[in-house]
């Protein structure tokens, strides 16, 4: 079936709202690194071809993309909230605080905001959408870049942490990472809060 990724924003802009931001987050799942979400407004009647849920498309694609979104957005941030907050506040608070910071760094400030999945404490209008990267333009965008700039920053760590391989998992729970768990346990960056890393010892 053929979704109109429009369809949510054409309803929006009916309604006389003009400035649309899409919010998304990624890392949830992920056993090390921040958790980090992006916000992003498109202009009016704006066409990517391609766009779509950042999960479904190779990294290449996702890198051209996110060029082409940020060359053409009116507004993107992105916000980083790191392992240690995610511990403290659990990785639901994080993933909600790292939108609402990712919202308020807007400028210009949206009138209309669409979430993906959950719903925020916010002074604007809203609307939380689950599988929103599927069903929204706004959306997609938001977790293309949200994914490229998490993405960087794991393939970064992987250099000050060889051997966990996190420039491949992105910090994910793949067998590849949970034997580097076993072998030379925990590193800072990990989620100490998180199941398969609680009871391993901090690697030194």
Same mark, same amino acid.
């Given at each position: 079936?053929?979704?109109?990724?429009?369809?949510?924003?054409?309803?929006?802009?009916?309604?006389?709202?003009?400035?649309?931001?899409?919010?998304?987050?990624?890392?949830?799942?992920?056993?090390?690194?921040?958790?980090?979400?992006?916000?992003?407004?498109?202009?009016?009647?704006?066409?990517?071809?391609?766009?779509?849920?950042?999960?479904?498309?190779?990294?290449?694609?996702?890198?051209?993309?996110?060029?082409?979104?940020?060359?053409?957005?009116?507004?993107?941030?992105?916000?980083?909230?790191?392992?240690?907050?995610?511990?403290?506040?659990?990785? &639901?608070? *994080?993933?909600?605080?790292?939108?609402?910071?990712? !919202?308020?760094?807007? @400028?210009?400030? #949206?009138?209309?905001? +669409?979430?993906?999945?959950?719903?925020?404490?916010?002074?604007?209008?809203?609307?939380?959408?689950?599988?929103?990267?599927?069903?929204?333009?706004?959306?997609?965008?938001?977790?293309?870049?949200?994914?490229?700039?998490?993405?960087?920053?794991?393939?970064?760590?992987?250099?000050?942490?060889?051997?966990?391989?996190?420039?491949?998992?992105?910090?994910?729970?793949?067998?590849?990472? &949970?034997? *580097?768990?076993?072998?030379?346990?925990?590193?800072? !960056?990990?989620?100490? @809060?998180?199941? #398969?890393?609680?009871? +391993?010892?901090?690697?030194?």
């Amino acid at each position: 079936m053929n979704i109109d990724k429009h369809l949510y924003e054409k309803k929006i802009y009916q309604q006389g709202f003009s400035l649309i931001a899409g919010v998304d987050e990624v890392g949830r799942g992920c056993l090390a690194g921040p958790v980090v979400a992006s916000a992003v407004i498109m202009p009016v009647n704006c066409e990517i071809e391609g766009v779509m849920d950042s999960k479904k498309l190779s990294d290449k694609k996702r890198r051209i993309l996110k060029a082409k979104i940020e060359q053409l957005a009116l507004a993107h941030t992105t916000v980083f909230i790191e392992e240690g907050i995610v511990d403290n506040i659990n990785i &639901l608070e *994080a993933s909600k605080l790292a939108m609402k910071k990712a !919202i308020e760094g807007l @400028s210009p400030k #949206p009138d209309f905001v +669409l979430i993906d999945a959950l719903k925020l404490n916010l002074d604007i209008p809203s609307l939380g959408l689950i599988k929103g990267d599927d069903l929204s333009f706004s959306i997609a965008c938001a977790s293309i870049i949200a994914k490229v700039n998490r993405d960087d920053f794991m393939i970064k760590i992987d250099k000050d942490y060889p051997g966990y391989g996190f420039q491949n998992h992105k910090g994910y729970p793949t067998k590849k990472h &949970l034997d *580097a768990l076993s072998k030379y346990g925990a590193l800072p !960056i990990h989620r100490q @809060s998180y199941g #398969p890393v609680k009871n +391993l010892k901090k690697a030194s």
